[in-house]
């Protein structure tokens, strides 16, 4: 028998689906149920291709960007750190889940009428690979608008009408799982997913909550910088029925000036810990340039130095152990 139906024999006889189970420094896949779903592991995809002994990181780390709060730094941090780890050489999606799309007026200049990640919430089945563009800014040239294709980097755009098409699938059984199901057919395409999440804790937002290894929560400098983050907290631990999720708390929008506010935000930022990222991104009038001319900061002003912010913030996110998300 070759090693490929062994697996195969062995995944049958297990009773799990999809889970993953930490043995030592591997990870074992029973995915038993999986083949009958016609969602099986597509081996010709993984980088290392052998069915015991999977490494982590032949897996996609989910990352979403999360705050129902507007104006928190969400579509920023989304473009900029997803830019700062295709730089790094990992191969990286951005899904853009808000119908303001700002994310993707940066990365998708020419916005899309269809194909949309609409198109996952419309359709029941979808070949979501279909919906994967080159991430392509555009530039002004000496007047002349140039495209340029951002190597290692990938956006599934979205337009104003993911508003109404959210809507409608709010009457769908497991609405919660519609995005998380769509992704097992790329989980081994890419490194890294970012979610670029919209300002309210809907249908889409659940999607992100349910499918994330780990929620980057954005949060300002301002009094009621925390409010809220209760039901934020609730919604998480609702949608991922447990308190056993993985977070982080990602400082923005620090102005540097405002020493007396700073301390006291930050010492009510304590209370974290360990959820609480060491990366501060500062206030920085070239970020807000950077968006106006729909560009990533890199790429806009590369001495700016909130770019050292964001570098840091890529660094941290690649430390970031992915072993611990599976207990
Ligand atoms: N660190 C920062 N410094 C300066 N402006 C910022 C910073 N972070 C975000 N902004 C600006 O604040 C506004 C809201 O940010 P955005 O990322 O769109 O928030 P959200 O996606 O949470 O609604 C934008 O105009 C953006 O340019
Ligand atoms: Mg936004």
């Known amino acids: 028998m070759n090693q490929s139906k062994l697996a195969i024999k062995k995944w049958r006889n297990v009773n799990s689906i999809g889970t993953l189970v930490k043995f030592e420094d591997v990870v074992i896949v029973i995915a038993t149920k999986c083949i009958d779903n016609n969602h099986y592991i597509n081996y010709s995809k993984l980088k290392r291709p052998n069915f015991y002994k999977l490494n982590l990181h032949d897996f996609m ?22 830019d700062g780890l295709a730089d790094a050489g990992k191969k990286t999606l951005i899904i853009d889940l808000d119908p303001q799309a700002h994310s ?40 002349q608008e140039e495209f340029r294709n ?11 009408h993911l508003a109404t098409t959210s809507e409608i699938a709010l009457s769908r059984m497991h609405r919660e799982k519609i995005l998380h199901n769509y ?14 999440c919209p300002p309210t804790l809907g249908v889409l937002s659940v999607n992100a909550i349910y499918t994330a290894d780990l929620i980057l929560i954005p949060t300002n400098y301002s009094k009621y910088s925390l409010d809220g983050i209760a039901d934020l907290f609730n919604s998480i631990k609702d949608v991922k029925e447990t308190d056993n999720y993985r977070y982080r708390i990602l400082r923005n929008l620090k102005d540097l000036r405002n020493k007396r506010t700073n301390e006291v935000i930050e010492q009510q ?26 560009l990533p900061i890199y790429l806009y002003d590369p001495k700016s130095p909130c770019v050292e912010d964001f570098k840091l913030l890529t660094k941290e996110i690649l430390n970031y152990d992915q072993k611990e998300t599976i207990d």
């Open 61 to 82: 780390m989910k990352l979403i960007v999360l705050n129902q709060k507007g104006g928190v730094g969400k579509s920023t941090i989304a473009v900029n750190l997803a």
């Open 104 to 143: 993707s007026v940066i990365y998708s200049p020419e916005l899309p009428k269809q194909e949309t990640v609409s198109e996952l919430f419309r359709e029941k089945h979808f070949d979501i690979t279909r919906l994967i563009r080159p991430a392509t800014v555009a530039l002004d040239i000496k007047g």
């Open 150 to 160: 951002i190597p290692n980097l990938y956006i599934i755009p979205s337009n104003i």
């Open 183 to 196: 992704l097992r057919q790329i989980e081994h395409d890419f490194d890294y997913l970012l979610v670029d």
């Open 269 to 294: 930022l304590d209370q974290f810990g360990v959820n609480l990222l060491k990366t501060v991104i500062r206030k920085s009038e070239a970020i807000n340039q950077a968006q106006m001319s729909n």
